[in-house]
């Protein structure tokens, strides 16, 4: 699987969008992009992926470049309860393909 | 839909001990996976079974072994416990290994 780069750790004020930034130069044509998030002694809670379109739903909305080398998770109105470490990982759709988890990034939301 | 669910929640076990680990996935879900997270790292994949079967495996020595039963549940042995086993032991399960795997809440693991 195709390794992921993250900041490790951002800062987003209640109300404002969080956009979370994830390099993955190396992503293969077959490989999606998802995105997870651990809550603090949570296990890691599944967000959204895609493939190349992007891609929104309940919690979150995934841009990913045309390239596909990069792509943002936007967060369009943070609450305190989405301060979590958030991880983008890549990997291919189905079948054996673990999930590969680096250090994510933390993203503290303050009042 | 009932998610994962892992037992014990807390344990705290002797160097060299043996333990084990269990994991009921969610319903209609046929694949589960352990993984291990230490203190400030993210998750590191043991293995996956799927349908009974192993069909992967990280970089973990032979005495991290596993099971899945036939109602898909599962369990995590270790033996000869070491120090450095003491972590947060998750369970996660999905369909066929498709798109999102839904994580229990782990069981946190403390070898003295």
């Known amino acids: 699987d195709a390794k992921t780069t993250q900041p490790p750790s951002m800062d987003c004020a209640e109300g404002r969008a969080a956009n979370l930034p994830c390099n993955h130069s190396?992503?293969?044509?077959?490989?999606?992009v998802y995105w997870y998030r651990q809550i603090h002694s949570q296990g890691p809670q599944y967000i959204i992926h895609?493939?190349?379109n992007n891609e929104t739903n309940e919690m979150a909305s995934l841009i990913i470049t045309e390239d596909r080398k990069s792509s943002t998770l936007i967060l369009p109105h943070a609450t305190l309860r989405d301060t979590a470490v958030y991880y983008c990982?890549?990997?291919?759709?189905?079948?054996?393909?673990?999930?590969?988890f680096g250090k994510g990034t933390m993203l503290l939301v303050s009042p | 839909e009932t998610g994962v669910t892992q037992s014990p929640t807390h344990l705290i076990k002797t160097r060299g001990q043996q333990v084990t680990l269990r994991c009921s996935s969610q319903?209609?879900?046929?694949?589960v996976s352990w993984y291990q997270q230490a203190l400030g790292q993210g998750p590191q994949f043991i293995f996956q079974?799927?349908?009974?079967?192993?069909?992967g495996r990280g970089n973990f020595p032979p005495r991290f072994s596993g099971l899945q039963f036939p109602n898909y549940s599962s369990e995590l042995n270790v033996n000869a416990l070491e120090l450095d086993d003491s972590a947060l032991y998750l369970c996660?399960?999905?369909?066929?290994?498709?798109?999102?795997?839904?994580f229990g809440s782990g069981t946190r693991l403390t070898v003295v």
């Open positions: 319903s209609g879900h046929n694949t």
């Open positions: 990982i890549v990997r291919v759709g189905s079948g054996y393909s673990t999930l590969t």
């Open positions: 190396t992503i293969s044509g077959n490989e999606y």
């Open positions: 079974y799927y349908r009974e079967e192993e069909n």
């Open positions: 895609g493939l190349k």
């Open positions: 996660a399960s999905s369909l066929e290994g498709n798109y999102g795997y839904t």
